[in-house]
């Protein structure tokens, strides 16, 4: 199986302030077809997880833009900008390259 | 409006079985792989198992930590998506979500609300 390894377990963070989370995973996770299926999701407390990013950088619908993503391999990133209320919760990451799917432990964000 | 909502979920004790149910509605259910993921209290969600679309021949693929107990099928007349559960364990105790798996991108976009199953005697 395809471990999932996030770092840092939780952050606290300012309104207005930038943060970072961090996903490896214990194999590479291109695809034979050369594309990346890493995705991160946010679960706001007391609800179920909603899709932020797919395919390592792509915003999903009505995502807003201070969410981005990036990396390859085994290592990627999520960065968050101009973090608002509405952003704490536990972020995870998941693969979809192979099966079975994976998600890293997550990352509590709280706001100071 | 995509809509996915689990039910059946409830107490059971140790060895017994269970079968949950979700409801979709909003967009052609045929057309979609449909997952199974819990979550236990406090912890990170588990993909348990996908059943591909009408294209793919509704074949399955599931968690190796839960083969040969848990089962997924779906009612495509109904759009309904099934887990029955087997010889259930104190560890199976969780919150159970469906979740649309999209197939080219490969991510979940919409899960349910999720149904709370709990194994103890």
């Known amino acids: 199986d395809v471990v999932m390894t996030q770092t840092p377990v939780s952050l606290s963070v300012s309104l207005g302030g930038q943060v970072s989370i961090s996903c490896r995973s214990s194999q590479s996770l291109v695809h034979n077809n050369g594309n990346t299926y890493l995705s991160w999701y946010l679960q706001k407390p007391g609800q179920s997880p909603q899709l932020l990013i797919y395919?390592?950088?792509n915003r999903f619908s009505g995502i807003s833009d201070r969410f981005s993503g990036s990396g390859s391999g085994t290592d990627f990133t999520l960065k968050i900008s101009r973090v608002e209320p509405d952003d704490l919760g536990v972020y995870y990451c998941?693969?979809?390259?192979?099966?079975?799917?994976?998600f890293g432990s997550g990352t509590k964000l709280e706001i100071k | 409006e995509v809509k996915l909502l689990e039910s059946g979920g409830g107490l059971v004790q140790p060895g017994g079985s269970l079968r949950l149910s979700c409801a979709a509605s909003g967009f052609t259910f045929t057309d979609f792989y449909m997952s199974w993921i819990r979550q236990p209290p406090g912890k990170a969600p588990e993909w348990l198992g996908v059943?591909?679309?009408?294209?793919?021949?509704?074949?399955?693929e599931y968690n190796p930590s839960v083969k040969g107990r848990f089962t997924i099928s779906r009612d495509n007349t109904q759009n309904i998506l099934y887990l029955q559960m087997n010889t259930l364990r104190a560890e199976d105790t969780a919150i159970y979500y469906c979740?649309?798996?999209?197939?080219?991108?490969?991510?979940?976009?919409?899960w349910g609300p999720g149904t709370m199953v709990t194994v103890s005697s």
């Open positions: 395919k390592v950088s």
């Open positions: 979740a649309r798996w999209r197939t080219g991108s490969w991510y979940f976009d919409f």
């Open positions: 059943i591909r679309n009408k294209a793919n021949g509704y074949t399955t």
């Open positions: 998941g693969q979809g390259t192979q099966y079975p799917l994976t």
